[in-house]
């Protein structure tokens, strides 16, 4: 099922989208169970916004192989976590701004957990059933502020940085998934997360053992081979196999 949240007549409502065609649902679905109501919009008419609004993003690099080995970098026993600020989040269709056009600024298109329950010091069979569903992330990173920094934090926290969106959908194989990113048109990133060096629920069990996730909580589970520079007017396309295209432009 494919959910998302959206705007319309400055009212922001809540809702399950089939073809082009939304039925808004009763409340949020992230805060619990919500049901259908009569109302239904047309997807042309209303605007999309992120399908959640996260308290905590977490990051994951270095988490297929082929990136790893075009950094230079070993590849991690354990999940690299990273932290970003809430406040980087924009929806699909929203301008990416670059703070400085003399930096690198990379994009990476991501498979997004997006999760459902508050969830700590889990146990990797029972990881997945805390997760609500899975979104599209696309990871805007300055390279030359992580190497200066040696930390991701700023080089990640931008306004416009973590592109999130347009749906979350809850029944998906996370673990066999293709996922690609188009740059004006052309293909970037091509993979599947069967190349996950860290699976979907190793990554769950990992991060609660540091923190507590509330529901709402995002994991931007890493990126494929093949990132690159953003400039002016480009448009990306991060796009997950049975969620849809994240498309942003930049500004």
């Known amino acids: 099922m494919k959910y998302v949240r959206f705007r ?16 808004q649902l ?8 919500t049901r259908p109501l009569s109302t239904e919009f047309a997807l042309g008419e209303v605007e999309v916004l992120t399908p959640v609004v996260p308290g905590q993003v977490i990051g994951i690099g270095l988490n297929y192989e082929l990136h790893a080995k075009e950094t230079g970098k070993p590849i991690p026993e354990e999940p690299m976590m ?11 269709e929203t301008d990416i701004e670059l703070p400085s056009i003399d930096h690198r600024i990379d994009y990476e298109a991501e498979l997004v957990i997006v999760i459902g329950e508050e969830a700590k010091n889990l146990k990797k069979d029972e990881a997945l059933s805390y997760i609500f569903g899975y979104t599209v992330g696309n990871d805007v990173s300055d390279r030359d502020l992580q190497k200066k920094d040696g930390q991701f934090t700023r080089a990640k926290s931008f306004g ?21 990113l188009k740059l004006n048109g052309e293909v970037k990133q091509k993979s599947n997360t069967n190349d ?9 069990v990992k991060v ?6 509330m529901p709402g ?5 890493g990126t494929p081979s093949g990132v690159g520079p953003l400039s002016p007017r480009d448009v990306v396309e991060a796009e997950v196999d049975g969620i849809g295209i994240l498309r942003n432009r930049v500004k």
């Open 26 to 33: 009763d409340g949020d679905y992230i805060k619990g169970e």
């Open 217 to 221: 909580d995002v994991i931007y589970t």
């Open 160 to 180: 416009t940085f973590k592109p999130l969106g347009p749906v979350i959908e809850t029944e998906l194989d996370p673990n066999n998934v293709p996922i690609q």
């Open 82 to 92: 990273f932290m970003a600020s809430p406040s980087a989040i924009v929806a699909h």
């Open 8 to 23: 319309k007549d400055d009212e922001v409502y809540f809702g399950v989208l089939k073809g082009d065609s939304i039925t």
């Open 196 to 204: 996950l060096i860290h699976d979907i629920a190793e990554l769950v």
């Open 208 to 213: 609660t053992e540091v923190m507590t996730l």
